[in-house]
């Protein structure tokens, strides 16, 4: 799937909102760095969607052409700094698991 692909379902879903967030996620147990994320908003400033956006191509697409459902592997994105000027390399946006993140009462807080 292109970044134009991803542009059109976004398009068809809430008119273009969508944006690049650098965040860490700290659900994870082991500490990891922060990652890039594909982030739309779903209701408001309460909730968003968000994918995450690795530099493991290799290893990703590995992981989908080995999953029995093949169409799982459409719904990668590889992307660019020409296309997303905040990246350094290229990246993949892995579509097939978003995440959910609900705004708790802290500011600039979310879970998962």
Do not use: G
């Not at 922060?34 to 990703?60: G, N």
């Not at 990668?76 to 978003?98: F, G, H, V, Y």
């Amino acid at each position: 799937m292109t970044s134009d692909k991803l542009s059109t379902i976004v398009d068809n879903y809430k008119n273009d909102c969508w944006q690049i967030w650098y965040f860490k996620d700290i659900t994870h147990k082991e500490p990891i760095k922060p990652h890039y994320y594909v982030v739309i908003p779903l209701i408001e400033t309460t909730s968003l969607l968000a994918c995450l956006i690795t530099s493991q191509i290799e290893k990703r697409e590995q992981f989908y052409s080995d999953n029995p459902n093949p169409p799982l592997k459409e719904y990668l994105i590889r992307t660019n700094q020409k296309e997303l000027s905040c990246l350094t390399k290229d990246r993949l946006i892995d579509c097939n698991n978003p995440l959910l993140y609900i705004k708790t009462n802290s500011k600039n807080a979310w879970k998962v």
